[in-house]
Structures are given as C-alpha cells and as structure tokens.
Nanobody, 126 residues
Framework: QVQLVESGGGLVQAGDSLRLSCAAS????????MGWFRQAPGKEREFVAA????????YYTDSVKGRFTISRDNAKNTVYLQMNSLKPEDTAVYYC???????????????????WGQGTQVTVSS
C-alpha cells in the first residue's frame, strides 16, 4: 500500500521560506510522477506544482512561479517543495500526491493522481 507522508509545514511570517517534504513508501519511486496541491479554508484543493518521474520536467501554477521550486530525490523516495517569499495567500493545507497510472489527465488536475498524503499546514502571517 502506498503511503505519502508530508512534513515541514508551520507558521511563518510573510517573506519567509519553508521547505516541505513528502516521503513515499513505494518500491520504485522513480515510476511515480509527483505533485503538490493546497487547500485553503472554504476553497477547493488547487494545483501548486508537479514533477516528472525523472525530475527533468517541472510545472507550476502561475501564482507560485519564481517563488516555489519542486524537486525530488529518487534515492530517498522524497519530493520537496521549496517555498520562498511566502505570502499570506499561500496559507493552506499542502498535500503531496503521486501518479502511477500515467493517465491522460494533466498533472495540474487532481484526477491525475492515484495516492494522496494527509497534508501539512502552512500558515503565513502578514
């Protein structure tokens, strides 16, 4: 059974940085495309970033481009989200997701992913 465990969330001030980690309990991590999503109170879960199985391609939603960086270490079964210049509007629960079926869904779609973590809270104060 695939398990995704996020860590690294917390309470920070605007302009600060955080690095989220997501550890995956899978046999061959390099078979999985990975994504980060977030959900603010009262809002739908939205796409933040995604990375190909090899790490050679990355994708971001417009609001985080230039501030967030997704990366992965296939030897450690871990995907990261480095978040810089945080803003209060980045406040949300951040979820890690894994795609093993390589469907035709875009990686920005929740439907592309087969497995989800439990989420980690990120709160940015102004």
């Amino acid at each position: 059974q695939v398990q995704l465990v996020e860590s690294g969330g917390g309470l920070v001030q605007a302009g600060d940085s955080l690095r989220l980690s997501c550890a995956a309990s899978v046999r061959i991590f390099s078979e999985y495309r990975m994504g980060w999503f977030r959900q603010a109170p009262g809002k739908e879960r939205e796409f933040v970033a995604a990375i190909s199985n090899s790490g050679s391609r990355t994708y971001y939603t417009d609001s985080v481009k230039g501030r967030f960086t997704i990366s992965r270490d296939n030897a450690k079964n871990t995907v990261y989200l480095q978040m810089n210049s945080l803003k209060p509007e980045d406040t949300a629960v951040y979820y890690c997701a894994a795609d093993h079926t390589y469907s035709n869904n875009y990686l920005s779609s929740r439907d592309a992913y087969d497995y989800w973590g439990q989420g980690t809270q990120v709160t940015v104060s102004s």
